[in-house]
């Protein structure tokens, strides 16, 4: 069985994200963000489900979520895995990357060193099967 996904925009978690700029700052960026995620939603919806797919057959692990909320969101520092907050950015192929290596996490729960070389060899592998 595979997740489900959904890309959420959330004023309030960006917010929250975001505590150390000023109320500006974060409602500014905020109401560009979606506007700025276009092309990376298109290619979402066309590539999500191979992601999807293509995970458990490299990781050997079926997935045992059912949905999985991938919240959008600008600001510095990091992606990460739970809830799957993914940082926006230009390059969308950098984005790419960080929606897979997360939802790898999603997938196997491994952290530490080597996890992450391993999820991150991963995610390249994916990358390259989906040519972006």
């Not at 974060?26 to 992601?51: G, N, P, Q, R, T």
């Not at 919240?71 to 897979?100: A, C």
Request: charged share 35%; aromatic share 14%; glycine share 2%.
């Amino acid at each position: 069985m595979l997740p489900k996904t959904g890309i959420i925009y959330s004023w309030i978690y960006n917010r929250e994200l975001n505590r150390d700029k000023t109320a500006k700052y974060v409602k500014d960026h905020f109401a560009k963000l979606e506007s700025d995620c276009k092309k990376f939603e298109k290619l979402y919806k066309k590539h999500i489900l191979k992601i999807l797919k293509l995970i458990p057959k490299y990781t050997k692990k079926e997935w045992e979520k059912e949905y999985i909320p991938i919240y959008i969101v600008f600001r510095d520092g990091y992606s990460f895995h739970s809830p799957l907050t993914l940082k926006y950015n230009k390059n969308v192929r950098q984005m790419f990357f960080e929606l897979i290596h997360e939802l790898i996490h999603n997938n196997i729960e491994e952290h530490g060193y080597n996890a992450e070389r391993k999820i991150d060899e991963i995610a390249n592998l994916i990358l390259k099967r989906l040519k972006l």
